[in-house]
């Protein structure tokens, strides 16, 4: 026998320990907030060490949603045979299936919808061939459970469910039997009846922009694409055909400019609430009203709504704090008037699906499989209403 101090192994799951550490904390604090040495500190390594798993933080993140993807695909992959081999007795457990995985996986899915933007390239078309190949599968089980729906239809039903689950990661609410409850939603998505419309709305015509506006504009688009950190103030100039420094006439920072579409879309969506409960003449007409606002808020402000639901924390924490007490107020008056409408729900319950309605209005118009269908209003409306009643 020889002497001297026992050989420490490094543990066989070191890497999924490193890979969860990081999706607590990419979830809690964003990508961006997250430094390599913070997820090693997490893990109980040290910085160098992490580098004896992964290349860097980007490769930290695909590796969390690939293996997530994976889980995914592994749960829920027998369900969707069961759709395409008898569609209406299939339905209930792949919409179960869907919603405990959702569940078990929140913070993966909140990863997934917010932070995936910055995953390497590679990754990102790795992770939609995976999941395309699912949702191929389920678009064909839904086309024969429901073959009076058009092809662009049958896409529209089927990313709405997707929101429901995917609602999930928008908040932190939840309620008794929360699967069951999130599979119901879905399937009152599944099972909504799409409007037959002859002719679409006709686009109001608006003025040319100031450069104000302009700036604004391309400002929250880079911030919608990029994230707020990876755009600069050159990289909006540029969008806009200006020099950077020039856009410090107009704004003081680049937090002034995504103050000011956050505040903008805060005061759009309180004109809209305000407007629907003065000119409504009982609960229902007024949730009816709300919905149809929301809809138009979000088709005609579909980058600003994006900003305003994931760029807060980029906010000086005052600013911050006074929009996220907005947010909340918009939305308990969602399931105030909810409750009103249906008295037996309950207030945990009528939250959680408030914000899958929600979640469905503001995802649609980001997916470019049916964002551009000119009927896109009236179904929105439509599965939103769907839902809530």
């Not at 100031?210 to 990876?230: I, N, P, V, W």
């Not at 629907?276 to 138009?296: G, K, Q």
Request: net charge positive.
């Amino acid at each position: 026998m020889t002497g001297g101090a026992p050989v420490r192994r490094r543990p066989r799951d070191r890497k999924a320990r490193l890979a969860e550490a990081a999706a607590d904390l990419f979830g809690r604090r964003g990508y961006h907030a997250v430094g390599v040495n913070d997820i090693a500190a997490a893990a109980g390594i040290t910085g160098p060490a992490l580098y004896r798993h992964f290349q860097n933080k980007q490769d930290v993140l695909g590796y969390v949603l690939l293996t997530g993807v994976d889980k995914l695909t592994e749960r829920v992959s027998a369900a969707v045979e069961g759709i395409e081999d008898d569609p209406e007795r299939g339905l209930a457990p792949l919409l179960r299936a869907a919603a405990e995985v959702s569940i078990e996986q929140r913070t993966l899915t909140a990863l997934w919808r917010w932070q995936g933007r910055h995953l390497h390239p590679g990754d990102q078309k790795e992770i939609r061939r995976r999941v395309g190949l699912l949702l191929t599968r389920w678009l064909t089980g839904l086309r024969e459970l429901r073959p009076e729906l058009t092809e662009g239809q049958s896409h529209v039903i089927c990313f709405a469910a997707l929101s429901v689950f995917g609602s999930v990661g928008d908040h932190h609410a939840t309620a008794p039997d929360f699967p069951t409850l999130l599979a119901n939603l879905a399937e009152s998505v599944v099972r909504a009846h799409l409007p037959v419309v002859d002719t679409p709305p006709a686009r109001i015509p608006t003025p040319p922009p100031t450069r104000r506006e302009e700036l604004l504009s391309a400002a929250t688009r880079l911030f919608r694409t990029h994230g707020f950190h990876a755009v600069s103030m050159e990289d909006i100039g540029a969008a806009t055909g200006i020099a950077g420094p020039s856009i410090y006439r107009h704004f003081a920072s680049k937090s002034d400019i995504l103050l000011s579409a956050a505040r903008r879309m805060a005061d759009r969506l309180r004109l809209g609430l305000e407007d629907s409960l003065a000119t409504a003449t009982t609960p229902a007409d007024a949730l009816a009203r709300l919905i149809r606002s929301y809809v138009d808020t979000v088709l005609r402000s579909d980058d600003l709504i994006a900003v305003y639901t994931t760029e807060l924390a980029n906010l000086p924490d005052r600013d911050g704090r006074e929009l996220r007490t907005l947010q909340r107020g918009y939305v308990t008056e969602w399931v105030r008037l909810l409750r009103e409408v249906n008295p037996t729900l309950t207030e945990p319950a009528a939250r959680v699906t408030v914000h899958a309605a929600l979640t469905i209005i503001n995802d649609l118009p980001r997916t470019p499989r049916v964002n551009s269908r000119p009927t896109l209003a009236p179904e929105l409306t439509a599965l939103a209403t769907a839902l809530l009643h």
